[in-house]
């Protein structure tokens, strides 16, 4: 994943079956990472369901300072169409990789496709 932004906001993320990973979750499981350019924070995390069918389970995931080692706020996405966001205030340094990690597997999703997005803004 790259930032992907102009002046002093950017988003990054990843797509695909990702309510489908069977691995085993934690918060160093990288799901999307990139080197941040400047010193920020993380603004928000949004999941979206993208498909018209239900999962029992739905992923969640966080946005992760790997080079710090230390994650932000949860978000655990809607279990049927949908988005859910939640605000962050993880903090990063230029040259830091930054990553979402996922902390929960998805389970019996019908079609688990996901998108997730973070939202970062500089100081």
Do not use: M
Request: contains cysteine; hydrophobic residues 35%.
């Amino acid at each position: 994943a790259a930032w992907q932004g102009i002046g002093d906001e950017a988003y990054f993320g990843v797509d695909g079956l990702l309510g489908a990973a069977s691995s085993t979750a934690a918060d160093t499981l990288l799901v999307a990472c990139t080197t941040a350019t400047s010193a920020g924070h993380f603004v928000d995390l949004t999941c979206t369901n993208d498909f018209l069918t239900a999962c029992t389970t739905a992923p969640q995931f966080k946005p992760r300072n790997n080079t710090g080692a230390t994650v932000g706020t949860a978000t655990t996405c809607p279990t049927a169409a949908g988005q859910s966001k939640t605000a962050e205030t993880l903090t990063f340094a230029a040259g830091d990789q930054v990553c979402i990690v996922r902390t929960t597997n998805g389970g019996t999703c019908t079609v688990p496709s996901f998108s997730v997005q973070a939202h970062v803004a500089y100081p």
